[in-house]
């Protein structure tokens, strides 16, 4: 595995804190088993919301310093999303099997992964989390809470490590919406907050897309009403 670049991007973005240590660096696939890196090292996953509009919109978008550059960031024919990740503790890889099965427990794909130094793994997110925010929300959720020094049992268990509190309403609203259950209604949308407030798949280049409603729609705010939730009203 080979990684170009390594040393350009330096610096910060304006984030809110993370009381997990993973960072995470946007990747762009050259050939097989080469990588450019496209982004600096960020802690805040709701910046992949602005990645996954860009990859479906081939537009642009900035917000908070980070920029997403559709022909920087992606190849043609791309299909999964390639990450480097840093920072990554001792239980992460018996982690993300668990991870995995949960996933395959969904009917969704598995992430792989490669190590490329100590502390530092080449994650492959695979294309269908790039459908949606909330997709992408989830497993991204969920590959940071493997992040522990511990070996966990299940990922409730990975998000009751001290370094993982601050991430228990996340993984309740994923637990809350199921990726199995998602509803074949919302499949035209990229992201969606209600019947408004939205972005549907082949939308016109012309139209305005709000780039502070988009960074902020990942699993919570993702306006998809569960049965509990029906039952409640």
Known sequence: ?????????????????????????????????????????????????EVVTSFHTKRDFSIYGFSVKHSTFFSEG????????????????DNMEVVNDYLDSQDFMTVSWEKFDEGKFVVVIPGIYLMNTMFMSQVTLFIRLANTEKVYGSINDMCNDPINKQDANNLAACFKKPLKDFPKSLEQYIWYYDDTNNLKHGVDKSVYIPTSYMHNCGVVSWGWETEEETCAV
Request: hydrophobic letters at 35%; aromatic letters at 10%.
């Open 1 to 49: 595995m080979k990684i170009i670049g390594l040393d350009k991007w330096q610096g910060t973005y304006a984030e809110s804190g993370q009381t997990n240590p993973l960072r995470w660096q946007n990747l762009k696939p050259i050939e097989d088993g080469v990588y450019e890196v496209v982004s600096k090292q960020w802690k805040c996953k709701d910046f992949m919301n």
């Open 78 to 93: 791309q299909a999964d999303l390639p990450i480097l990740l840093h920072n990554v503790k001792a239980g992460w890889e």
